[in-house]
């Protein structure tokens, strides 16, 4: 860019923002899954389109959960509420069902002016809120007030916001604790950085089918004391990255954890739809929290829902809701006067969370297309789920849990030392030497282990389940022939 | 809140998060155009709503920018091209001119997988950050250099990351000091408060019709000496609350002095079509100093855009872009790490400010028509701004300065002693006591002047010149006699 600019405008002179001057938090902060083997994922696709001589044809983008990219097909019903909501002039055209148009004007009729362009409360379209406390208290048969839901672009914005809220304004040891998995997904470690607050890590059982232990809990939780006042847990739950589903047992756990530590939860729940493991279920944190009774069911907990993943994956509307339950009213308030600056989410994300939250019912047109459409996107990550795990634990050198919920494997790999040495003389760290060849090689685009935090020592690589079925084969016997070579050159 | 969590959850016990250990920046962040007033006026929507009987039938909501909400109509080839990449089933449909269909399968052909519910890459979609640079270059008649480019959610999501760059991490003498102007949008004074920042005040001329003094720039950065480290000044032209678009000269003057000091320029220039009165003319920081060439054409510049503004009013797709102007290279890819944990802005935002940048060209089925949309509703707005300036001029103890640009009058108000002290007893400011009286009176919603910023014993408010142009009468009717009731009540 540099170069470019001096084209543009001879820029010269003494710069007010260096690396030196510029924002240490957000120099500090990483953020892998778009990091540096994205970025050179990025270039090798312009290499080949250029005509570059490559061992491969494609980059396979096996580094995001972003589901489109890979080939999935939207889902119609939602599609054509959206395209109604934006262009109304559609609500006379035959291409569209007769539910579609009644759920467009509905939602039309909530917006100001009739149009998705103008701004909604900040909080969302309260018709809105109300369907997705609807769907809340649906599926965790417990009651759900919408006024304790505020929608988000993306889930992202939402777990930022409540971050924020948790911060204390001080440093050093009167500094906010948070509590976050090893592995996790960055976006809590790159948050936690830009806010500079203390990250608590507590490390999942990669033995134990990445399971959450109290005991680690506490002693993650003393290591902690006196650098920082902690003030919540975070929890994935499916796994990003691990793909594990937690128990009620283990939620009981974690729940008596937090209320005897006087913590918040914060549960990240935006793979709900996502399960594919026999004997897994996905249950709610405000679910079981709530079945508990008191005093459990008193603590603070804020739930996180996006639009991006599960059947719909529509990552590009940028829709999320976060629900808080437990919350002070004056901390609420509060918080809605943080949200109210940035004015109001997408409305079209919005919009995308309604269909998701309130899809047709029995008896409705589009019923049926809807339920299959959504049914075969999910028997088929379940499929790819299986299948991935297995073809790994095939491989040598290689041991994966089994993926029973999200979108990821987790894999560990066992690098042999002299590769663990070459990485070290590249000043590298094993596991993005090995995906940074894994890339150049076979243009298998993964995120390396130490990018979400990983057990000393070991190594791993996270790649999405999301390639088409047909790929996942082919793509699965390129990874086998790369490392089997990596292992035998470095043996 | 509080009654009803009760009845969710019997919510009890002690709480994590009291005001007392929630984030003070957060407590103190204060954002009036969405305040209590704008809260209350929702309020007695409702209350019209249920039947309550009033002075009058509507809210008039003239507190906020948000132009569909008042009754503009979208523009029809924007919409087009959104629902054809919402849903290209639309492709085959008779009710779509060619050139949206060209348009949108070219951007289709841009994204990931042919989806717009794929991500982008962070800083936005190639294709279009290449359209927004070709639009740049063609308004100012300067190169502009697409990677200089990022799309964001708004653009007050744009603002809020390039002044988290300047922030210095340190607090006391060694905080950023970040020169804002005196009235000013909210949104700056809300994130230095989030951000722990030092605003650096200065003030804007009224009697000059809100015109720009170097001399007063200097008075302010002299006056922060030692209380932080001053590191950018932020211009908002056309500007918010006021109305006014900046000469040349003054312009010059501006930038010589951001020189002189050593400071990034924000500019804040999301009103750039929005310009009515006669001999003036919109002119971008980036044209200027760069027909100023060297040195000041050096200066680190960053300058907004955003698709809710200017004869579009997309508000609800938060679409925005920003330009970075010399900005050093390793600073700027530390910027795109920053926005890469967002992972995008929304899809469909992008797209509006595509359309915005590069609209049908002459010779193009839809060119008439979108000039004829644009034309029509700009013309408009510039005659609601003579006829409003106007009208506050002909009423007692009001006085209003032209209406040059932007969408906003900000009249002063000349208070009785009287209303001063009644005001001052019930502990609000007078502006604030005198727009809750205009409320609960009329159902005309403003913002208090207090929240923008005011000479210290001037009054004044703001309102949107976006009402119909019909009911703009009847507004300043039921106005009039409000003002003049108040006046006499405290004479």
Redesign the interface.
């Known amino acids: 860019?540099?170069d470019?600019?001096l084209?543009?405008?001879?820029?010269?002179?003494?710069?007010?923002?260096?690396?030196e001057?510029?924002?240490?938090?957000?120099?500090k902060?990483?953020?892998a899954?778009?990091g540096p083997i994205v970025t050179r994922a990025?270039e090798i696709e312009k290499e080949l389109a250029e005509g570059k001589a490559k061992p491969f044809e494609t980059v396979v983008?096996a580094n995001?959960g972003?589901?489109?990219?890979?080939?999935?097909?939207?889902i119609t019903f939602i599609?054509?509420v959206?395209?109604l909501c934006?262009?109304p002039?559609?609500m006379q055209?035959p291409?569209f069902p007769e539910d579609a148009k009644q759920k467009a004007k509905r939602i039309l009729a909530a917006?100001?002016?009739y149009?998705?362009?103008?701004?909604?409360?900040?909080p969302g379209i309260e018709v809105i809120q109300k369907d997705i406390a609807a769907y809340i208290s649906r599926r965790d048969g417990?009651?759900?007030?919408y006024?304790?839901i505020f929608l988000c672009?993306?889930a992202?914005?939402g777990i930022k916001t409540i971050l924020?809220?948790?911060?204390?304004?001080k440093s050093g040891s009167e500094q906010a604790g948070i509590m976050i998995p090893v592995p996790q997904y960055?976006?809590y470690s790159?948050?936690l950085t830009?806010y500079?607050a203390y990250p608590i890590h507590y490390y999942l059982d990669e033995e134990k089918g990445w399971s959450l232990e109290v005991s680690e809990l506490n002693r993650a939780l003393k290591d902690a004391k006196g650098k920082c006042i902690p003030?919540?847990i975070c929890i994935i739950n499916p796994g990003n990255p691990t793909g594990q589903v937690l128990s009620r047992d283990n939620i009981e756990n974690i729940i008596r954890f937090a209320h005897k530590e006087?913590?918040?939860l914060l549960a990240d729940e935006v793979y709900q739809h996502n399960i594919y493991a026999k004997g897994s279920e996905f249950l709610s944190f405000k679910k079981v929290l709530?079945e508990m009774g008191?005093?459990c069911?008193?603590?603070?907990l804020a739930s996180f829902m996006s639009a991006s993943k599960g059947f719909?994956?529509?990552?590009?509307?940028?829709g999320g809701y976060c629900e808080m339950?437990?919350?002070?009213?004056?901390?609420?308030?509060?918080?809605l006067?943080?949200i109210?600056?940035?004015?109001?989410?997408?409305?079209?994300?919005q919009i995308v969370m309604d269909v998701v939250t309130n899809p047709p019912q029995e008896g409705d047109p589009s019923y049926a297309s809807f339920q299959e459409e959504k049914n075969t996107v999910l028997k088929l990550l379940a499929e790819k789920a299986r299948l991935i795990t297995d073809l790994f634990n095939s491989i040598e050198g290689i041991s994966c849990n089994e993926v029973q919920g999200a979108m990821y494997a987790f894999p560990r790999i066992y690098l042999p030392d002299k590769a663990i040495i070459a990485a070290r003389n590249m000043n590298q760290t094993p596991d993005f030497f090995y995906c940074s060849h894994l890339l150049e090689e076979t243009g298998i685009c993964t995120v390396p282990g130490s990018g979400f935090g990983q057990k000393e020592g070991t190594y791993h690589f996270r790649i999405t389940i999301l390639p088409p079925l047909e790929e996942i084969a082919r793509v699965m016997e390129l990874f086998r022939d790369f490392h089997l070579r990596f292992l035998n050159k470095y043996k």
């Open positions: 860019m540099g470019q600019q084209t543009d405008g001879e820029c010269s002179g003494t710069k007010v923002l260096t690396m001057t510029v924002n240490p938090n957000v120099v902060m990483e953020y899954v778009r990025a983008k995001i972003d589901c489109h990219a890979t080939g999935q097909t939207p599609r054509q959206v395209a934006t262009y002039q559609l055209s291409m917006c100001n002016g149009s998705v362009g103008s701004y909604s409360a900040s417990q009651p759900c007030n006024s304790n672009t993306g992202s914005e924020k809220m948790l911060m204390t304004g960055p976006l790159a948050t830009e500079n003030r919540a006087g913590l918040v709530m008191p005093p069911s008193w603590i603070e719909m994956g529509e990552c590009g509307f940028r339950v437990n919350f002070q009213d004056d901390v609420q308030k509060c918080l006067k943080s109210s600056v940035k004015l109001c989410p997408p409305i079209l994300g």
